[in-house]
Nanobody, 117 residues
Framework: QVQLVESGGGLVQPGGSLRLSCAASGSIFSGNVMGWYRQAPGKERELVATITSGGSTNYADSVKGRFTISRDNAKKTVYLQMNSLKPEDTAVYYC???????????WGQGTQVTVSS
């Protein structure tokens, strides 16, 4: 079993920055893809960014150039640095772990990000 705990959300003004963290515990398998997703009220959950165990990254077009995903394998933690935040970035942000080789997916409980003046 794997547990994911997100932190770092909060209220920020437009143009501001936040850094989200996702700490993993339990049985961490190799060949994993970690990702951040978000869900705004009344909308479906959408991909924000992913990072493979080898460090390859992928971003949604809406966050390219503003958000950066990174990971510290020794700490079993994934980060999402969010800069130049916009009101449309307001959502609950979820961490996802996809262990490809064993076909298992885990989600965190989510952390609220609100961008408002």
């Amino acid at each position: 079993q794997v547990q994911l705990v997100e932190s770092g959300g909060g209220l920020v003004q437009p143009g501001g920055s936040l850094r989200l963290s996702c700490a993993a515990s339990g049985s961490i398998f190799s060949g994993n893809v970690m990702g951040w997703y978000r869900q705004a009220p009344g909308k479906e959950r959408e991909l924000v960014a992913t990072i493979t165990s080898g460090g390859s990254t992928n971003y949604a077009d809406s966050v390219k150039g503003r958000f950066t995903i990174s990971r510290d394998n020794a700490k079993k933690t994934v980060y999402l640095q969010m800069n130049s935040l916009k009101p449309e970035d307001t959502a609950v942000y979820y961490c996802k772990a996809h262990f490809v080789l064993v076909a298992k997916v885990y989600w965190g409980q989510g952390t609220q990000v609100t961008v408002s003046s």
